[in-house]
């Protein structure tokens, strides 16, 4: 069985409780308010074949990045999966269980009725292309795909929202719909921050490690007494936008106990990135990562009365009232 994740708020009755302490998906549904593209109920279908077309014109906002206009649909649509590159990107590739940030606008093949953009909203979806996590249409139109790309995609019922529709986005179950999605960038389990390195000149405070290459971060204790209060300091200082208290976030961490240096907790180990949201966690994480940037690495020092206090996740190898350090990737808020 998958380790699962410690950071999750867990047993005191001033923090939230979730059953089961989620994993790396915990909050992905938080990703946007959106109808779509979440995945329907139905069972997976086999992989649909990728064609050329047919697929309507975008008449406007052609530059990737911006809003697009798109056309009814020429005649009937493929009973297949048509995907083009609008836009062709030189970035990284996408992968079946990334998690993609993009800006998309989703319609109706039949009508050109827009049921869903993020680009109004002007907040990227951030969200893993993993079955039960999106529609099918998604994982399999843009997995191979590059960063930097614009990509344009029918999708039939098949492997989009099934027989049953989409009621909330106005969406019948025989319409297949059309996708433009800007990919914006893709993560997995090897991205890390990429930040400036900030100088770590306080003897009393852990240092962590500055590697960017996917490994876990090393952290050192300093042979000192830990702090009192919550520490939260960049190693690396990243340009994205600063972390809202209310927002939910995608991280690779690790989590060493203060007096023994030992790892209790790592996405590193596990080889999967957490998401959830800031009012999921412990206090010391919602505390110590609100107002931080994204794309920074941070190292959090958690006081008992801001972690676990004296009754601390069973099995975790984490004592009462240990003091925890945190080496904290934000890759991306969702």
């Given amino acids: 069985m998958r380790r699962r994740s410690l950071i999750l708020a867990a047993v005191p009755a001033s923090l939230v409780t979730l059953a089961g302490c989620g994993d790396d998906k915990s909050d992905s ?25 047919p697929l309507p014109a975008i008449t406007a906002g052609e530059e990737f990045g911006e ?10 649509p493929s009973d297949q999966l048509a995907v083009r590159t609008v836009i062709a990107g030189n970035g990284r590739t996408v992968a079946e269980g990334d998690y993609v940030q993009a800006n998309y606008l989703g319609q109706i093949w039949a009508t050109a009725k827009v049921f869903d953009n993020s680009y109004d909203r002007k907040t990227p979806l951030v969200i893993q292309l993993a079955e039960g996590t999106v529609i099918d249409g998604w994982r399999y139109a843009l997995t191979g795909r590059k960063t ?16 049953q ?21 893709t993560f997995n389990a090897k991205s890390s921050a990429d930040g400036t390195e900030v100088a770590q000149d306080d003897a009393a405070l852990p240092k962590v490690g500055t590697n960017t290459d996917g ?32 927002a939910s976030v995608l991280v690779q961490y690790k989590g060493v106990v203060w007096d023994t240096g030992k790892e209790f907790d790592s996405t590193y180990s596990r080889k999967a990135l957490a998401s959830f949201s800031l009012q999921q966690v412990v206090k010391g ?20 009365d801001l972690g676990y206090g004296d009754n601390p996740p069973a099995n975790s190898g984490i004592q009462k009232d240990s003091t925890m350090v945190f080496s904290v990737d934000i890759l991306a808020t969702m």
């Fill in 29 to 53: 549904g938080k990703a946007s308010d959106s109808a779509a593209p979440s995945p329907s109920s139905e069972s997976s279908a086999p992989p649909p074949k990728i064609v050329d077309g």
């Fill in 285 to 304: 994480w919602s505390q110590g990562l609100t107002g931080k940037k994204v794309g920074s690495r941070v190292m959090i020092v958690i006081p008992p």
């Fill in 67 to 76: 809003k697009p206009t798109v056309a009814k649909g020429p005649g009937e």
């Fill in 148 to 163: 930097g790309s614009r990509v344009e995609f029918s999708v039939p019922p098949t492997w989009g929202y099934g027989s």
């Fill in 215 to 246: 490994s876990a971060p090393s952290i050192e204790i300093p042979k000192a007494d830990p702090p009192k209060k919550l520490v939260s300091t960049y190693v690396l200082e990243g340009d994205g936008p600063e972390v809202k208290a209310d």
């Fill in 165 to 185: 529709g989409n009621a909330q986005a106005g969406i019948k179950g025989t319409d297949t719909l059309v996708f433009v999605v800007d990919l914006e960038d």
